[in-house]
């Protein structure tokens, strides 16, 4: 079964950090290195927004501008995760988080995807809540 899963969320004081984790199972997943990785997020009320995106490479990672210098995604093939290290977390934060992920061609190694549509695979989301 392909999933992606999910983890690291849970209620934190503004200023504070969590780090979310996604790992990827069964099917290709088996082949984590092909897979271009993006975080995602939906708040009470509001569609659901991108919020960072990682190559198939690694080498390569792009942010919402609200979070920039914040949070870090970054990923372990040898692990099958990608991970989103958030820092200096404000009530704004406050979504579920989910993890995405698209094959990705050899060609396209260093490319990142910030739509919803790119992606083929998601997780089922973490809960994160910023509040004092």
């Known amino acids: 079964q392909v999933q992606l899963v999910e983890s690291g969320g849970g209620l934190v004081q503004p200023g504070g950090s969590l780090r979310l984790s996604c790992a990827a199972s069964g099917g290709t997943f088996d082949n984590f290195d092909i897979y271009a990785m993006g975080w995602f997020r939906q708040a009470p009320g509001q569609e659901r927004e991108f919020v960072a995106a990682?190559?198939?490479?690694?080498?390569?990672?792009t942010y919402q501008d609200s979070v920039k210098g914040r949070f870090i995604i970054y990923r372990d093939n040898a692990k099958n995760t990608v991970y989103l290290q958030m820092n200096s977390l404000n009530p704004e934060d406050t979504a579920v988080y989910y993890c995405?992920?698209?094959?990705?061609?050899?060609?396209?190694?260093?490319?990142?995807?910030?739509?919803?549509?790119?992606?083929?695979?998601w997780g089922r989301g973490t809960q994160v809540t910023v509040s004092s």
């Open positions: 990682l190559s198939r490479s690694g080498d390569s990672t």
């Open positions: 995405a992920a698209r094959v990705t061609l050899l060609v396209d190694r260093n490319s990142y995807y910030t739509g919803q549509s790119d992606y083929g695979y």
